[in-house]
């Protein structure tokens, strides 16, 4: 993360990937990252304990903080932490007058102490009180063969009503064959409702190079409300 100079956190040196296995329902529902082991479960990466001198804290909508497993919003404290931004229309600070820094990140701590992301606040998508994740979506919509691996992004609509929606976009080198389109389309909301249980408002199918991405290759969901609407 740039505003903390460097990094947040960093896992154990050869611990390879850490995961924590949690009920997904209860995480969708209550915002718990309660453990698990069967049933409905989702993973999620274990990024290690904090760097000396931050600290972090999870905030709930009401701006409490919340227990080891609260799913909220990570704040960061520390002397690493930038002060502000330096704009064209002056500085704007970064931190509150407490020196918490907003990531704007949705995820808890564990009992340990170490940092799990469960995705970012301005994407989730909120439906009948659940948070549903975009890359729950996207990682469904990619196991559908014919969509291009990396591909598939999950975009949030009707942002802050009080009932949201979301759509569907990917890419396949077949998205000029008309019945290859219609399959992925049903094969793409048939996985998505498997995996969320709820059914996009509409899938999309693109040519190669059409979503928006980072240079770095992330996706790009904001920018991609046009390619579905």
Not at 35 to 42: I, S, V, Y
Not at 45 to 72: C, F, H, K, S, Y
Not at 117 to 131: P, T, Y
Not at 218 to 227: D, F, I, Q, W
Request: glycine share 10%.
């Amino acid at each position: 993360m740039a505003e903390t100079t460097l990094a947040v956190s960093f896992s154990e040196c050869n611990a390879g990937l850490v995961v924590d296995e949690v009920d997904a329902d209860l995480l969708a529902a209550m915002r718990r990252a309660v453990p698990a082991t069967k049933g409905n479960t989702r993973r999620l990466a274990t990024l290690g304990p904090l760097l000396q001198d931050l600290e972090a804290r999870i905030i709930d909508e009401q701006g409490d903080v919340m227990p080891a497993r609260g799913v909220g919003v990570i704040e960061l404290r520390g002397e690493s932490l930038t002060p502000g931004y330096l704009t064209m229309g002056g500085f704007i600070p970064a931190q509150d007058e407490h020196g918490w820094y907003d990531t704007g990140d949705l995820g808890y701590l564990t009992e340990e102490g170490h940092v799990v992301v469960c995705g970012r606040v301005k994407d989730v998508i909120i439906m009948a009180g659940r948070n549903i994740y975009p890359t729950d979506i996207e990682r469904a919509a990619g196991r559908v063969d014919g969509v291009r691996p990396g591909c598939a992004v999950a975009v949030r609509l009707d942002a802050g009503h009080s009932r949201e929606s979301f759509a569907v976009a990917v890419e396949s080198n077949a998205f000029e064959d008309p019945a290859e389109v219609r399959r992925i389309e049903h094969q793409v909301a048939h996985e998505v409702v498997a995996e969320v249980d709820v059914r996009p408002r509409n899938v999309v199918v693109l040519g190669p190079g059409t979503i928006p991405k980072t240079p770095s290759g992330k996706l790009r969901r904001a920018n991609s409300v046009t390619l579905v609407t």
